[in-house]
C-alpha cells in the first residue's frame, strides 16, 4: 500500500526554527509537494521536490531524499501567522497525488 | 485574480437530502479535482476530470456524483448525505497532471448533515 508519515502535531518558539518530517512509501515517485494548511481553509502550496537536495524559498525551505524516502520541510524565523497544519504529497506513478494526514504546528511567544 | 471558487463555503443538509457543491475556475485549468477532507485527516481524492474524461477513484462511494459541463465549471451532487459525509470538500485545479503541476485549491465547503 501507499503511505505517507508524518508527525502529528510539533511546538515551536516564536522566532525560532522547525524542521517538519515526511516519509514516504509509493508506488513510484514524481515529485514531492509541501501544503500549509490554516484551519478550516485550503491548502496552499509552498514548495515541490523532484530532484535530492534543498529547495529554498524565503523562510521556508524543503529537502528531499528519493532513496532513503524522505523529505523536510524547514521553517525559519517563526511567526505566528505559520502557526497551522504542513501537509506532505507524493506524486506516485499514476501522477496521483498521495496525501499525509499533516503535521499540526503550534507557535508559541 | 485567477481563482478557484467554491460555493457555498457552509452547507446545511439534512439526513437523506440530495446536496450539491459548486466550483467555478477562471485559471482556464484542464483538470479539475474533488476531494473530501474529515477533521486531522488527509484529503481524500474522490474523483477528478482530465478535460471531459471523468475519473473516479476505485473507494469513491456511488452516493458521490459529479458533473464538468465546461472547463470552467464542475458540480459535486451527494444523492443521499449521511452523517459520516460531514466534512470539508475541497475543489482543485492544475494544468496537466505531469511533471510540476502544482494545484490550485478553493476555499472549500464545509458540509453539516443534521
Known amino acids: 500500500g501507499q503511505n505517507i508519515d508524518q508527525p502529528t502535531e510539533m511546538t515551536a518558539t516564536e522566532g525560532a526554527i522547525v524542521q517538519i518530517n515526511c516519509t514516504y512509501q509509493t508506488s513510484g515517485f514524481n515529485g514531492l509537494f509541501w501544503y500549509q494548511q490554516h484551519a478550516g481553509e485550503a491548502p496552499t502550496f509552498l514548495s515541490y521536490n523532484v530532484l535530492d537536495g534543498l529547495e529554498e524559498k524565503g523562510r521556508f525551505s524543503s529537502f528531499l531524499s528519493r532513496s532513503k524516502g524522505y523529505s523536510y520541510l524547514l521553517l525559519k524565523e517563526l511567526q505566528m501567522k505559520d502557526s497551522a497544519s504542513y501537509l506532505c504529497a507524493v506524486r506516485d506513478s499514476n501522477y496521483q497525488l498521495i496525501w499525509g494526514a499533516g503535521t499540526k504546528l503550534i507557535i508559541k511567544p | 485574480d485567477a481563482m478557484v471558487i467554491q460555493n457555498p463555503r457552509y452547507q446545511v443538509t439534512q439526513f437523506g437530502k440530495p446536496v450539491t457543491l459548486s466550483c467555478s475556475q477562471t485559471?482556464?485549468?484542464?483538470?479539475m479535482y474533488w476531494y473530501q477532507q474529515k477533521s486531522s485527516q488527509a484529503p481524500k481524492l474522490l474523483f477528478h476530470?482530465?478535460?471531459?474524461?471523468?475519473?473516479n477513484e476505485a473507494d469513491t462511494p456511488d452516493n458521490f456524483q459529479s458533473r464538468r459541463p465546461n472547463t470552467s465549471f464542475c458540480f459535486l451532487d451527494i444523492r443521499s448525505p449521511g452523517l459520516g459525509d460531514a466534512a470539508m470538500y475541497l475543489c482543485a485545479t492544475a494544468q496537466g497532471t505531469g511533471d510540476y503541476n502544482e494545484q490550485f485549491f478553493g476555499p472549500g465547503t464545509r458540509l453539516t448533515v443534521l
Open positions: 476530470y482530465y478535460d471531459k474524461d471523468f475519473n
Open positions: 485559471l482556464n485549468h484542464n483538470v
